[in-house]
């Protein structure tokens, strides 16, 4: 198995732009999840899902966008890059949502490097 | 803002010393997480303890919960250079579906 997998792992954007953050797992995963991790910080969650055809907002959803097709994929969207938006971005993924008396641990991907000039 | 609370922010020992971390959090929890990264790359999942667990091992990595002063401890025995690494508490409230992380920990073992 791949894990969780992330692409790109470095990108670099100019202010106004969009791009699309991949995340896919081959686990068989219910939950799937996005975080953003600043310098001396710890992870702060942007969107999450449950399943496929269900998202819904964590604690900073402000300027990005998800959806979730399939179990395997889940993209990241940012709609007008700015540079507050600086940061690494890591998905992760589950058997069950977080509560569940199944949830163990989440996988993490390698992360995503995104500078916004 | 963040639910968990990281205690100290940086620790530094010497190998074979014991590590201690702490973890204090706000609202009532459904499960605490603890997860470990190294520089550069993604999280990696330690253990988990429930709400009505009170101590919890694995290995090396001993996990207390108290639930009553919300706090949580990550005990790491006989320390090893490998073992240089951020680590993050993670807590998931009851009711909800997210996992809120602290702000981690920073652990230097010396050879």
């Known amino acids: 198995n791949a894990g969780v997998t992330q692409t790109p792992k470095f990108q670099v954007l100019k202010t106004g732009q969009s791009m699309t953050l991949q995340c896919a797992q081959d686990m068989n995963h219910e939950y799937m999840s996005w975080y953003r991790q600043d310098p001396g910080m710890g992870l702060r969650l942007i969107h999450y899902s449950v399943g496929a055809g269900i998202t819904d907002q964590g604690e900073v959803p402000n300027g990005y966008n998800v959806s979730r097709s399939t179990t395997e994929d889940f993209p990241l969207r940012l709609l007008s890059a700015a540079p507050s938006q600086t940061s690494v971005y890591f998905c992760?993924?589950?058997?069950?949502?977080?509560?569940?008396?199944?949830?163990?641990?989440?996988?993490f991907g390698p992360g995503t490097r995104l500078t916004v000039l | 803002s963040q639910q968990g609370e990281e205690d100290p922010q940086a620790l530094s020992i010497q190998e074979g010393e014991n590590a201690t971390m702490n973890c204090s959090y706000k609202?009532?929890?459904?499960?605490l997480q603890w997860y470990r990264q190294n520089s550069g790359r993604g999280l990696v999942h330690l253990i988990l303890i429930r709400s009505n667990e009170r101590e919890k091992h694995s290995g090396r990595l001993r996990v207390t919960l108290d639930t009553s002063k919300k706090s949580s401890s990550l005990l790491i025995t006989a320390s090893r250079a490998a073992d240089t690494a951020s680590y993050f508490c993670?807590?998931?409230?009851?009711?909800?579906?997210?996992?809120?992380f602290g702000a981690g920990t920073r652990l230097f073992v010396k050879a």
């Open positions: 609202t009532s929890i459904n499960n």
């Open positions: 993670a807590t998931v409230n009851t009711g909800g579906f997210k996992t809120i």
């Open positions: 992760a993924s589950s058997y069950s949502k977080p509560q569940g008396a199944r949830y163990n641990e989440q996988f």
